[in-house]
């Protein structure tokens, strides 16, 4: 347990380091070049961060068993100190069998490079039901407490003690990457003796500056804007938006007051637990206070003689427009109106244009947040057809492409399920393995050109409904995502079949056959459903239009002659 002195910031002769010198590096890369490795993925990586600067002090390394047991168990390590969260490094089966007590096993980025050596003193298969159960009390029985897992979670896991060789690198806003311990002496110096970890989750506006200040007044301490940001690739705008916001945000603060540090921390969505957790993250970065939302407060509070920090109730702020200010909701005069924002309501204002009100965030905050995410008349988005062969999906979709490209303000991009296979895909076969890789790469390609505020049609047959599922959720992230299903009935399709494909189909020459020897999963999501018998591809792309308007990813700036 870290102690605190006079002055209130938690002592830093608790915190571990686990970096080695340069000398003991060069000789553990030595011995790990003939060493089993593993490429870390995205969480890992945090992890081994957290536990490399001492944000996750006490811990030496990734969990053994002993310790993941009684953490699940009791919130405890195995030699009973306060610990909620499981730190572990989950692996294949493959690596597990091949490693020995004894072990050193190197830890390497994307990139190979190493960073870190573990001495294997545990290997064990781990109940993930159970686990969910423990962090998110899921029934074991529900495979949703599974998903909710940390991602990439494997069952199989290997601990022991950490050294690490150098840190993973952050290449954007590295003045806002402070270890721990560069964090307690940038504060030191400053002389705050008392500070509040505002633990954001998104961009902050005018209510929760008024709550930060507020909780500085009251406590007579300094507000660190500290959020955690684990979980968010460097290539994700949200990112860089989210920085910018928090920056613009700090400016708004009177001198001396308020500063900010990026915690590489990959939330795990485990409610008290992590609240929990994080608020030892937050003492560990020298932090003596730590705001919380009421609903997680009690056990850190219940805690907090014990890890050292304090927690304070992150009280709703609400504006009352007859006295120009926020005040908590419970302070609120008899009698004023009060008003908000939801952050449905904002997300609504922002994809259709509309005003957000001064007195609910800054200027530049607002510029931030339409600047990423701009209405939907000016993202890119991503039509996709799907249907059985001959149901009209490359006909429409040329018939669509021509009336996008008339108003000439997107760029439009046509993936045709032919075309692609020939340039794209030209070396796969038609087994479903293949047929759903074929269908990534469409996915793939289509979320860069959505990424850029583009447009692509994609008009695959993409007869599973999962593979269909992960396209939207590559897609989504960065524009809109229109499913178009054509429901022509399987007969009408074989009655269009100039290839003679459905005949080869039904008389065994040509295997796995979409309809015929092969199932096709209608989906139950599609934003647009057309039966196109007895109906135009002219008429049919209209369809899809009207869609588009009414969803406002077209305006009345968008004029398509109909010829």
């Not at 002195?5 to 553990?28: E, M, N, W």
């Not at 905050?365 to 039509?383: K, N, Y």
Request: charged content about 25%; proline content about 7%.
């Amino acid at each position: 347990m870290l102690t605190a002195d006079p002055a209130g910031i938690p002592s830093a002769s608790g915190l571990v380091d686990l970096r080695v010198t340069p000398a003991r590096a060069a000789a553990l890369l030595a011995g790990l070049r003939t060493a089993r490795s593993v490429d870390l993925g995205w969480r890992q990586l945090c992890d081994l961060e957290l536990l490399a600067t001492g944000a996750c002090s006490p811990l030496t390394g990734f969990m053994t068993r002993g310790d993941y047991d009684s953490v699940c168990a009791h919130m405890r390590l195995a030699h009973g100190t306060l610990w909620p969260m499981p730190i572990t490094l989950d692996v294949n089966e493959d690596l597990a069998s091949a490693l020995t007590r004894g072990d050193m096993l190197a830890l390497r980025d994307a990139e190979g490079v190493t960073l870190a050596a573990l001495t294997v003193e545990d290997i064990w298969r781990a109940d993930l039901a159970a686990e969910a159960e423990a962090l998110h009390g899921t029934s074991g029985r529900d495979p949703a407490g599974v998903a909710a897992l940390p991602d990439s979670t494997r069952p199989w896991r290997v601990g022991g003690p950490v050294e690490v060789l150098q840190l993973p690198i952050h290449h954007a806003f590295r003045r806002r990457w402070r270890t721990p311990a560069e964090l307690r002496a940038a504060l030191a110096a400053r002389g705050w003796t008392r500070v509040i970890a505002f633990q954001a989750s998104g961009p902050m506006h005018r209510a929760e500056r008024e709550l930060t200040l507020r909780a500085a007044r009251d406590l007579d301490a300094s507000v660190l804007i500290h959020p955690a940001v684990g979980l968010v690739p460097p290539d994700d705008p949200d990112f860089y938006m989210l920085v910018r916001c928090w920056e613009h945000m700090l400016a708004t603060y009177p001198d001396g007051v308020a500063d900010l540090n990026l915690v590489p921390l990959a939330p795990r969505m485990a409610g008290a637990r992590e609240a929990l957790w994080r608020a030892i993250v937050s003492r560990n970065y020298g932090c003596t206070h730590v705001l919380i939302p009421p609903d997680h407060a009690a056990p850190v509070k219940s805690h907090a003689p014990e890890i050292g920090i304090e927690a304070v109730s992150a009280r709703r702020m609400m504006f009352v427009p007859g006295l120009d200010a926020y005040l908590p909701h419970d302070e609120v005069p008899a009698g004023q109106a009060t008003r908000d924002l939801s952050p449905a309501e904002l997300r609504a204002l922002l994809e259709n244009g509309g005003e957000i009100p001064d007195w609910f965030s800054f200027p530049s905050i607002v510029r931030e947040l339409r600047h990423t995410h701009p209405p939907r008349s000016c993202q890119g988005f991503t039509v996709f057809f799907t249907g059985l062969s001959g149901s009209g999906k490359s006909t429409i979709a040329n018939a669509l492409l021509v009336r996008l490209m008339q108003c000439a303000r997107r760029p439009v991009t046509l993936l045709d399920g032919d075309i692609v296979r020939k340039h794209l895909s030209s070396e796969l076969g038609f087994s479903k393995e293949h047929r759903d890789l074929n269908i990534r790469r469409i996915g793939y390609v289509a979320s860069e050109i959505t990424k850029a505020g583009a447009v692509a049609i994609c008009c695959p047959i993409a007869p599973y409904d999962q593979v269909r599922q992960e396209v939207r959720a590559l897609i989504e992230p960065h524009g809109g995502f229109v499913l178009t299903f054509l429901a022509t009935p399987l007969e009408v399709c074989e009655q269009r079949d100039r290839k003679g494909l459905y005949a080869k189909a039904r008389a065994g020459t040509i295997k796995q056959f979409t309809g015929i020897s092969d199932p096709y999963e209608a989906p139950l999501d599609a934003e647009v459903a057309i039966d196109t018998t007895g109906i135009s591809p002219d008429d049919a792309a209209d369809r899809i239009v009207a869609y588009l308007r009414q969803e406002r990813y077209l305006t009345d700036l968008d004029e398509y002659p109909n010829e």
